[in-house]
């Protein structure tokens, strides 16, 4: 890599890298000589378990930005755009059990509830859906589920446009889910956790090697009850083989499956009233007992065969296929018209719209890649270019239920019954076919430039049947997207980076479709971003950058029929972030962010959305996780995560406050002793007890948990 190389002698800067400069040192980064030496380069974050101690000056566990981004010929440090990576390390300290739970340590995101055939995890990435923007190892991950962390060894969060690396969508970032994969030696863990008021979760890690063959397996079991939300649990279970053969040569083979089931109670909290989510007790829950259930069932099988020609070229094939099920029945609380109209009373009532559904989706995709260096003029080039076929289908039944008996607004009964008849409504299956050509070049320009070129293509065919009423519609479309950056290094700790790209979102985007898009182009959108990263010393990274998102033909109703949707919109992004994350002295580690995000609806048919925010963006958002080595073992940790007020609707008439919650963390890993190699921690989460909103809808938001205890033991051997 370029930060290998000898340090330049000092020349005149361009402007570009100057005012990148001033972006990180904004931030209250030291001004450093040219002549610092470069930070020694840190192992891949997957090499092996986590330490449950810490010792010495070694590495923070914090850093994961030396690991390689998927489908891209640079890391995570080297990247010309914003990336997170929350590290399996901060997962376990902070007890982040769900994907949800580790973007807490995310700016830029925001949770969304799931309505409208939809279930699972969902939420804004910048300002625009990431719903569709969950991958795997790089491989798309469309299943409607809670995705838990039991078998990863990061959460990676890739800001701006990604469609010339991962295809559609993608318009503020992706998601990518980098799984616990086989390791070249012997070992393993386990962890059990207690949760107040009541709840248990246990994992298990071991990895074993025998020669050119190793194998680990991942498992999980969870039952927790969620922390005043009456009646509300989640339930799961889960686990992760994998088995790698030709380990240490130059052809391996990796093979692994995700096998997971959860059982819930799905919460869709609580209405609003007069603009803002009703004032009722938090565990206030409209669902009914009996009635209400959730059920998933998510089984993906990875086979990647890799075989290395040389140190300069090497192929990989990978190949998917993967199927997810879901089951729900769930209440969508809505106050019953009339009878709040002079305020809450007794007598208030609630209605419980119910939201039932069945689905069923699935995936077979394959990916080549090769990655080439190579010379050309004196220039020295990386290359990934690499070839996707996929096919992709989404069925989903939906039933009509009548009888749900009303509920008291301030005290439901949970076990009410009435008579309740399910009928049929719909049952509606898209089928979905892409082949995709990409290819990302990095072009070394001397000793301090880089030029980053991409472009992608891809062909996207979906097809929707009602098969009630056998209506058909159909959608092709053939999109190029491209990204270019320019790399500036004034000196080996500082990058600073220019770079534009598009994305492109079709109508056929979360494998759906309807008579008012169908006929519709994709919606594009093109991203610009002024960034910079700086290595104030050995262990801290400073990042920031600047950055506008903005769409000129976005989905708006057509003036002429209301029933149709026509490319007139223009909708904008503007915002900056700045993050942290290391070492600050050898005993103490961070991961802190901010971001601002602008939303603007510029442009739309609809007068009443013209200048608002977009929906469920919030302007200011900050997370904080620091934890600091004490002797004998001892650690404290302590965070914290804010999200500013949002607006539940995009013509701003609903609005959901802003909250801050705070999380602590105590442990102790002996040192020495029989007792090395244990780990006893103490978590508080939500410590104040505040009062917070997870995820926003139009029609509901739901709050977040009260303060939880959790008692966790880890045994590593």
């Known amino acids: 890599m370029s930060s290998d190389r000898p340090t330049p002698p000092r020349l005149r800067r361009p402007t570009i890298g100057l005012a990148c400069f001033g972006l990180v040192t904004a931030l209250g980064a030291p001004a450093v000589a040219a002549e610092q030496p470069t930070p020694a380069p840190e192992a891949p974050a997957a090499a ?68 409208g055939g939809f279930s699972g995890d969902n939420l804004t990435l910048r300002g625009f859906s990431a719903r569709g923007d969950f991958f795997i190892d790089g491989i798309r991950d469309l299943g409607q589920y809670t995705r838990d962390s039991f078998f990863l060894e990061s959460v990676d969060v890739l800001k701006g446009p990604s469609s010339v690396i991962f295809g559609r969508g993608s318009t503020g970032g992706v998601i990518n889910q980098t799984t616990r994969l086989p390791l070249p030696v012997t070992q393993g863990e386990m962890w059990l956790s207690a949760y107040t008021p009541m709840g248990l979760r246990s994992t298990a890690d071991v990895n074993v090697r025998a020669g050119e063959i190793a194998a680990r397996i991942v498992a999980m079991g969870t039952r927790i009850n969620a922390s005043e939300r009456d009646h509300v649990f989640n339930e799961r279970w889960g686990v992760f083989p994998s088995i790698t053969f030709g380990m240490g040569t130059p052809t391996t083979l990796t093979l692994s499956w995700l096998h997971q089931e959860e059982y819930n109670m799905p919460d869709y909290g609580l209405p609003y009233f ?79 719209q119910p939201q039932v559904r069945n689905g069923f989706d ?47 607004l301030l005290f439901p009964d949970f076990r009410d019954t009435g008579l309740i008849t399910t009928t049929f409504n719909s049952d509606i299956k898209t089928i979905a076919n892409t082949i995709a050509l990409y290819a990302v070049d990095r072009i070394f320009l001397g000793e301090m430039f880089e030029l980053i070129l991409g472009g992608r293509w891809d062909s996207f065919e979906a097809e929707q049947t009602n098969r009630g009423t056998r209506q058909i519609f159909e959608r092709t479309d053939r999109e190029f997207t491209w990204r270019t950056a320019l790399v500036f290094k004034p000196i080996p700790s500082l990058r600073t980076y220019i770079a534009a790209g598009t994305s492109f979102n079709p109508s056929a985007e979360a494998l759906t479709l309807a008579a008012n898009n169908a006929n519709l182009e994709p919606e594009t959108a093109t991203t610009y971003e002024l960034g910079a990263s700086y290595d104030v010393f050995d262990g801290l990274r400073l990042a920031g950058s600047i950055f506008r998102i903005e769409k000129r033909n976005a989905r708006t109703s057509d003036p002429a029929n209301s029933t149709l949707q026509v490319l007139d919109g223009i909708v904008r992004v503007d915002g900056f972030e700045i993050q942290a994350v290391g070492r600050i002295t050898p005993q103490w580690n961070v991961l802190a962010g901010y971001t601002y995000l ?55 008439t609903t609005r959901v406050p802003g909250y801050t919650r705070f999380d602590a963390a105590v442990a102790w890993t002996p040192e020495e002793g029989p007792l090395r190699g244990l780990r006893l921690q103490l978590n508080a989460l939500n410590l104040g007890d505040a009062r917070t909103y997870e995820t926003v809808y139009t029609g509901h938001v739901v709050p977040g948990t009260g303060r939880t205890f959790i008692l966790s033991a880890a045994a590593r051997f």
């Not at 029945?329 to 419980?352: E, F, H, K, Q, Y």
């Not at 048919?605 to 900050?622: C, D, R």
């Open 598 to 652: 602008h939303s603007d609806i510029v442009r739309s048919n609809n007068p009443a959305e013209v200048g608002k925010e977009f929906a469920n963006v919030p302007p200011h958002s900050v997370s904080l996780w620091t934890t600091f080595d004490l002797p004998l073992g001892f650690q404290i940790g302590g965070g914290l995560s804010f999200v500013d007020r949002r607006f539940a609707n995009t013509t701003n």
């Open 274 to 352: 007069q603009g803002r989510p009703l004032r009722v007790a938090r565990h206030t829950f409209y669902g009914l007992d009996q009635t209400d259930r959730e059920h998933t069932l998510t089984d993906i099988f990875t086979a990647r065969l890799e075989h290395r020609f040389s140190e300069d070229f090497s192929v990989r094939n990978t190949f998917r296929w993967a199927n997810w099920s879901r089951e729900i029945s769930a209440t969508a609380p809505r106050i019953v018209a009339g009878t709040v109209t002079n305020g809450i009373t007794p007598a208030s009532l609630i209605n419980r």
């Open 48 to 115: 092996q378990l986590p330490e449950l101690s810490v010792e010495g000056a070694a590495p923070s566990p914090y850093r994961a930005d030396s690991t390689p981004l998927p489908r891209s010929p640079f890391t995570a440090a080297e990247a010309p755009q914003s990336v997170t990576i929350v590290p399996r390390v901060v997962m376990e300290e902070r007890q982040a059990t769900t994907v949800r739970d580790a973007l807490r340590n995310v700016t830029g995101i925001s949770l969304a509830a799931g309505e």
């Open 362 to 408: 699935s995936l077979i995709v394959n990916q080549t890649e090769a990655t080439v260096r190579f010379n050309t003029f004196g220039l020295r080039h990386e290359l990934l270019a690499g070839i996707e076929i996929g096919r992709e289908s989404s069925e989903t039944t939906r039933l009509n239920q009548t009888g749900r008996p009303s509920a008291n």
